[in-house]
């Protein structure tokens, strides 16, 4: 075998308390890609491209409860059939169907077919802490309370704003700090032309919430991001927030529900709505009028 064309694959058993270090562990010493699989048994990949010699997995010591069940060696060719393995069409909510791109085609069912590049940034539809995030859309449009403007924090490929924008919202802004989520969000825009009949569903920017394109004030708040960095950003939203606007919150571990709640109700957001799927929580709450 090619060494120089052969890349390499770990298979990880990884609780999902450690997900998130353990994956900023691996594209730090390399990694393109890291996911969990959607289904049973959720198994976690990482990815390492030819040419790269993966770090020593006597480091995952350092992450409680991860271990390298096998590492996998296999040449170029096989890359994208095994990027595309575990992920899937998705359903999600009453009316969405996520689809990857190179299944790309009618929905089931009347459901509105949302494209997704499994690989460009979080937001994919893949984890459940989005699933949860767009099925709280969908409520908050189905009881006529979702409310423009829109602002999706620490937005990814812009899959929470594009659901904003198919359930009603018209004026949304996406922010996300990483530099590579500007491009992601245009190409993820670009890939679900096919519903959006010209428009352009939301204007977005690489930045901080601090940016003064995020004052405000906002009906609609989103933040699929973790709940220490929500902690951290919640003196901002609450400045930003219009009275009685809604947060949907998520990131959140469900053994942490109770956590989430004092520090949201702490800045003025009043909890209304708690859903669950697998380990992971997301919270609706209302700013104080």
């Given amino acids: ?25 691996l594209t730090e010493r390399g990694a393109t890609a890291t996911y969990r699989e959607a289904d049973a048994p959720f198994a976690f990949f990482a990815y390492f491209p030819p040419g790269l010699v993966p770090p020593d997995p006597g480091g995952l010591s350092a992450f409680q409860g991860v271990r390298l069940l096998r590492s996998e060696v296999f040449q170029d ?11 899937g069409p998705i359903e999600v909510g009453r009316g969405f169907h996520i689809q990857p791109l190179w299944e790309a085609g009618a ?26 995030c767009m099925a709280l859309l969908e409520d908050l449009a189905a009881e006529g309370r979702l409310t423009d403007p829109v602002l999706d924090i620490g937005a990814g490929t812009g899959i929470l704003a594009l659901t904003a924008w198919l359930c009603g919202a018209r004026r949304i802004a ?7 989520c500007g491009p992601a969000m245009d190409e993820f825009i670009e890939l679900n032309a096919g519903v ?10 690489v930045g901080l919430l601090d940016d003064p394109r995020a004052d ?21 939203m609450a400045a930003i927030a219009a009275p009685g606007a809604r947060l949907v919150a998520s990131g959140i571990l469900a053994e942490r529900q109770d956590e989430a709640l004092i520090s949201l109700t702490a ?23």
């Fill in 1 to 25: 075998m090619d060494q120089a064309l052969s890349h390499t694959r770990w298979l990880l058993d990884v609780p999902v308390a450690a997900e998130d270090p353990l994956g900023d562990w």
């Fill in 216 to 236: 405000g004030p906002w009906q609609t708040i989103l933040a699929n991001i973790l709940l220490e960095t929500i902690q951290d950003l919640l003196p901002r």
């Fill in 107 to 132: 929905a089931p069912g009347g459901r509105t077919p949302i494209i997704v590049n499994p690989g460009l940034a979080f937001g994919t539809g893949g984890h459940e802490t989005t699933r949860l």
């Fill in 77 to 87: 060719e096989d890359w994208l059939a095994k990027s595309r393995e575990g992920f």
């Fill in 174 to 180: 996406a922010l996300d700090n990483d530099p590579d």
């Fill in 267 to 289: 800045y003025g957001f009043r909890p209304l709505k708690v859903v669950q799927e697998g380990a992971w929580i997301a919270i609706l709450a209302e700013r104080d009028a």
């Fill in 196 to 205: 959006l009949d010209g428009s352009r569903p939301f204007t977005h920017y």
